[in-house]
């Protein structure tokens, strides 16, 4: 068992805040958080679907009011100094470029939504307008 203390002893990331939910991912290696078929570098590099998948149901289970942590580990030493920050902004980044592309999908669906309703109003208001009895 460990306990906060081997935690925070053997920890290379942010301290994790009290209230946070946290969703805990373990792998061999850092590389399998990643789609190896994308070319970027680390950093910009998109997450493995399946890794993408299991934080994100997770998130859900936990309900959108609840603050998350993610916590990650890995079963062998901390490799380069910034490793964890290098992580840290690498899942930062991809679910803020993640959130960028549904927020702009989303605005349009509601420009084609708003459009549809009009022409759906027009076409009402013709139809009771001119109708035939």
Same mark, same amino acid.
């Given at each position: 068992m460990t306990t906060g203390a081997d935690l925070a002893e053997h920890s290379s990331g942010d301290p994790i805040p009290a209230k946070c939910s946290v969703i805990r991912v373990h792998v061999t290696e850092l590389r399998q958080l990643f789609n190896s078929i994308d070319p970027s570098p680390f950093r !910009?590099?998109?997450?493995?679907?399946?890794?993408e998948e299991f934080i994100v149901g997770w998130a859900k289970d936990?309900?959108?009011?609840?603050?998350?942590?993610?916590?990650? !580990?890995i079963d062998r030493s901390a490799g380069l100094p910034d490793e964890a920050a290098v992580l840290r902004d690498a899942i930062h980044e991809f679910f803020r470029q993640r959130a960028l592309g549904y927020r702009q999908r989303l605005r349009e669906l509601l420009r084609v939504g708003r459009i549809k309703l009009a022409i759906g109003l027009v076409a009402l208001a013709l139809i009771i307008r001119y109708r035939v009895v």
């Open positions: !910009s590099r998109d997450l493995d679907p399946r890794a936990f309900g959108r009011t609840q603050h998350l942590a993610l916590e990650v !580990s």
